[in-house]
Nanobody, 122 residues
């Protein structure tokens, strides 16, 4: 059974950093990070193929870095230079194939994690 379990969320001040992790039991496909702020749609943040190819949403380019360890089955999201607009619940997700074909689309997600909250104060 596929399970995605996120951790690493928390509260930081603007300009700070956080590293999210997602343990991905039974998943070897494209993986992605999404986020959803209160009252907003869930949006894609970053994707990484099984080969390590990455794609990012424009609003996180240069600040966030996705990586994965295929031996430990763990997905990571290093988030630097955080600002209050980054406050959201962050979800990891699995796509349907080895490659992501760009930023993973919400409609292509096969499995979701339960989410981890990130709060950035000004």
């Amino acid at each position: 059974q596929v399970q995605l379990v996120e951790s690493g969320g928390g509260s930081v001040e603007a300009g700070g950093s956080l590293r999210l992790s997602c343990v991905t039991s039974g998943v070897t496909f494209c993986l992605g990070w999404f986020r959803q702020a209160p009252g907003k749609e869930r949006e894609g943040v970053a994707s990484i193929s099984i080969y390590g190819d990455t794609d990012y949403a424009d609003f996180v380019k240069g600040r966030f870095t996705a990586s994965r360890d295929n031996v430990d089955n763990t997905l990571y999201l290093q988030m630097n230079s955080l600002n209050p607009e980054d406050t959201a619940m962050y979800y990891c997700a699995s796509g349907p194939s080895f490659r992501c074909g760009g930023l993973l689309k919400k409609s292509d997600v096969r499995y979701w994690g339960q989410g981890t909250q990130v709060t950035v104060s000004s």
